[in-house]
């Protein structure tokens, strides 16, 4: 079976909704690392609001990879990268945390692709300036690119590929997973609004898009 | 905290709610957790001043004296934080404490600035969970360029695992 490294939102976001399932459907194994583990299911089941969701992911059974010693310096390497990528008066910006970096880091063992719903560390791949220029409107002063370091991180996930709950339900519908719905098209509009809404960083637009051009096949 | 011992004193939590996104920016830039924890308190403030029950009841006043003393004289966000905390259980009406809701929205204004989801609930200590949810009820995301949009990340798929 293939296998598909996860971040923490996308399994939480396809949990609350009902739509894990998806991962057999496509018949791809989930892979996480340690601390996504913790975070969803062994910190949550700890908390009446999560324990549902997290009992769900844990009946998902994800194999749980650690990073070897390699994967790890790599990973602290990347870490101090990312974050001394945006700069402003005030010095270099923190911007991610070691957990979604050691998974970027681990997607490179696993075809290169990475399901993660959040998008700061998928802006530093696909598009830093776009990045560059929220960080500097909302923190009403100018943000620089360190583009060395920029460039080393490209070097080193510049090829990953993120996609986002969202992409792999559209991907599944394309599949045939909302087959047995009498109207598969609207519950593909609702299975991506219903994960926006659960955090998955995607636009409004952008599903109406999607949605209309499946519509009118 | 000084700026907030004054709009505290003059029960006006617009100010409040600007001085915690002032501190929340800087929070942000600087990735420190004690401006984040100001900028937490800031806002947990605001949101007490501007619930009627509470600020008309009996026992507000000897709140109040206790968070303006707790912000002036030898400042503790740990003593600040406990009298909040104790105001939201004798007064507070939600499941969700008022601290959690101000980690909660001081956490979103982080993320809206480009910090990624872990990096802002660790800054202001909210829960991650409670953080995506809360984004995707936001605007945050709607307010993004797509280059890649679903179209073509299904298509990258679908070349990778061939069909």
């Given at each position: 079976m293939e296998r598909i490294v996860s971040d923490s939102g996308p399994l939480i976001s396809l949990s609350t909704v009902c739509l894990l399932d998806v991962f057999s459907f496509l018949k791809k194994e989930v892979v996480v690392t340690p601390s996504v583990y913790e975070e969803v299911y062994s910190y949550p089941i700890r908390k009446r609001r999560y324990m549902w969701s997290a009992l769900r992911i844990e009946r998902l059974n994800p194999r749980v990879d650690s990073l070897s010693a390699s994967e790890r310096s790599l990973s602290e390497e990347l870490l101090h990268l990312i974050n001394n990528i945006f700069y402003s008066h005030r010095g270099?910006?923190?911007?991610?945390?070691?957990a979604e970096v050691d998974s970027a880091v681990l997607s490179l063992r696993y075809d290169k692709l990475l399901l993660m719903d959040e998008r700061t560390l998928r802006l530093v791949i696909e598009d830093p300036e776009q990045l560059r220029n929220r960080l500097s409107r909302k923190i009403h002063a100018w943000v620089k690119i360190n583009r060395k370091a920029l460039d080393e991180v490209k070097g080193i996930i510049g090829d990953l590929f993120v996609v986002r709950s969202v992409d792999i339900v559209s991907y599944a519908y394309e599949k045939g997973?909302?087959?047995?719905?009498?109207?598969k098209d609207i519950a593909l509009k609702a299975a991506l609004f219903a994960l926006k809404y659960g955090g998955?960083?995607?636009?409004e637009e952008e599903i109406e898009e999607y949605v209309r051009e499946k519509s009118r096949r | 905290m000084k700026r907030a011992a004054a709009a505290l004193k003059k029960e006006d939590p617009r100010m409040l709610r600007e001085i915690a996104k002032e501190l929340i920016i800087e929070a942000a830039e600087e990735y420190n957790r004690e401006k984040a924890s100001e900028a937490v308190i800031s806002y947990a403030l605001s949101k007490i001043l501007s619930k009627v029950h509470i600020v008309n009841d009996r026992r507000w006043h000897e709140y109040k004296r206790a968070l303006i003393d707790a912000i002036e004289r030898d400042y503790s966000p740990e003593k600040i934080t406990a009298i909040i905390s104790s105001l939201d259980e004798e007064m507070g009406n939600f499941v969700r404490s008022t601290l959690d809701k101000a980690r909660l929205k001081m956490a979103a204004e982080a993320y809206g600035m480009g910090l990624s989801l872990r990096a802002s609930a660790n800054l202001t200590g909210a829960d991650i969970h409670d953080l995506a949810d809360y984004i995707g009820e936001t605007k945050i995301h709607d307010e993004e360029e797509y280059s890649i949009d679903i179209r073509k990340r299904v298509e990258g798929l679908k070349r990778l695992w061939r069909g």
């Open positions: 270099p910006l923190t911007i991610v945390q070691p997973y909302f087959d047995a719905f009498p109207r998955s960083a995607v636009g | -």
